[in-house]
């Protein structure tokens, strides 16, 4: 059990950089970095398509690997 643990744990982390990696910036430079965090705060920009897909798989792949995280961690000590 815990060696296939230790592998849905593995799967779930190359997941997890594979989706962070796809996603694209929210801002490019200084100005982006300014304006970037207002449009975010007051949600100008809404996240369609394929950017609100990465953005779920994103939290459920993080989600999961922090759980598979603990329960491996519990099961080793």
Same mark, same amino acid.
């Given at each position: ?8 744990? *593995?799967?779930? !982390?190359?997941? /997890? *950089? @594979?989706?962070?990696?796809? =996603? !694209?910036?929210? %801002? #490019?430079?200084? %100005? ?11 949600? +100008? =920009?809404? #996240? +369609?398509?394929?950017? /609100?897909?990465? %953005? +779920?798989?994103?939290?459920?792949? @993080? ?5 598979? !995280?603990?329960?491996? @961690?519990?099961?080793?000590?």
């Amino acid at each position: 059990m815990e060696v296939f643990l230790k592998i849905v744990l *593995i799967v779930f !982390s190359l997941g /997890l *950089i @594979a989706v962070v990696l796809l =996603q !694209s910036g929210k %801002s #490019a430079g200084l %100005s982006g970095a300014i304006s970037g965090g207002a449009e975010q705060l007051f949600g +100008r =920009q809404k #996240a +369609r398509g394929m950017e /609100l897909v990465l %953005s +779920r798989v994103t939290m459920i792949l @993080a989600a999961g690997f922090f759980i598979l !995280s603990a329960v491996v @961690a519990y099961m080793v000590k």
